[in-house]
């Protein structure tokens, strides 16, 4: 089941779904009679609206957590379809992309078939689609897991602050857009930059630079830098 942004669903359809687990599952009829009753009672749902036929998570971040289950699932199984459905609505905040993350980095050996599969459901978007941006956020926090080959990065859109506190070796980044970030407190080792674009870059002190190239017109738009206690933009 995908899981919307606003998880609202009817009775009917949390009968469905109650009735669709037994089924795979091969319960007995009087078992599903149960779930279907006890489904709408569980702990993390609630009804909304006054006609109380419709049903919520109880929290935001409940909605957030599973959300990041299905997606890291999706993508252990190569669903594009269903990943770029998910990806395509709305901003997927950081919670849920760690959640997505630590599924699929349960099983040995998936990271680099996970982020081909992220690269090829971005690509299939416009430019403009939720979908780079948050494909840039899964991205990121795999390449922090991949550090024994080289890694090349097109056409993304990476968020807020994306690049700060992480650690990234043997990338080389072409034609992606990185928001407003810093990059404190961790490494860029033998990172490459070509034909980026960079809305604003903060250098701060705690940052290490090695061995990274800026290159073929890459654009950074405002540079941030401290001087003398003084926080100064250029």
Not at 90 to 104: C, E, K, N, Q
Not at 120 to 138: C, D, F, I, K, T
């Amino acid at each position: 089941m995908w899981i919307s942004k606003k998880a609202v669903l009817s009775g009917e359809i949390l009968n469905s779904l109650a009735e669709i687990f037994c089924e795979s599952s091969h319960k007995s009829p009087v078992v599903t009679r149960q779930v279907r009753e006890r489904f709408k009672q569980h702990a993390l749902i609630v009804s909304v609206g006054g006609s109380r036929r419709e049903f919520a998570f109880d929290h935001d971040n409940f909605r957030e957590f599973f959300l990041g289950e299905q997606l890291g699932w999706h993508l252990l199984n190569k669903q594009l379809a269903d990943i770029r459905k998910i990806m395509r609505v709305d901003l997927l905040r950081g919670w849920t992309l760690d959640v997505a993350i630590s599924i699929i980095g349960a099983e040995a050996g998936s990271f680099v078939p996970a982020l081909e599969c992220i690269l090829n459901a971005a690509h299939a978007e416009g430019p403009s689609s939720y979908v780079r941006e948050n494909a840039g956020g899964l991205v990121l926090r795999i390449l922090e897991r991949i550090v024994d080959h080289a890694v090349n990065v097109e056409d993304l859109v990476f968020p807020a602050d994306g690049i700060r506190g992480r650690s990234l070796q043997n990338v080389t980044f072409r034609r992606c857009y990185f928001r407003s970030t810093s990059v404190s407190s961790k490494r860029l080792r033998n990172c490459q930059f070509e034909d980026c674009e960079f809305e604003r870059l903060d250098l701060e002190g705690s940052a290490v630079v090695e061995k990274c190239m800026i290159r073929r017109g890459t654009v950074i738009r405002v540079i941030g830098a401290s001087r003398a206690g003084e926080h100064i933009d250029v």
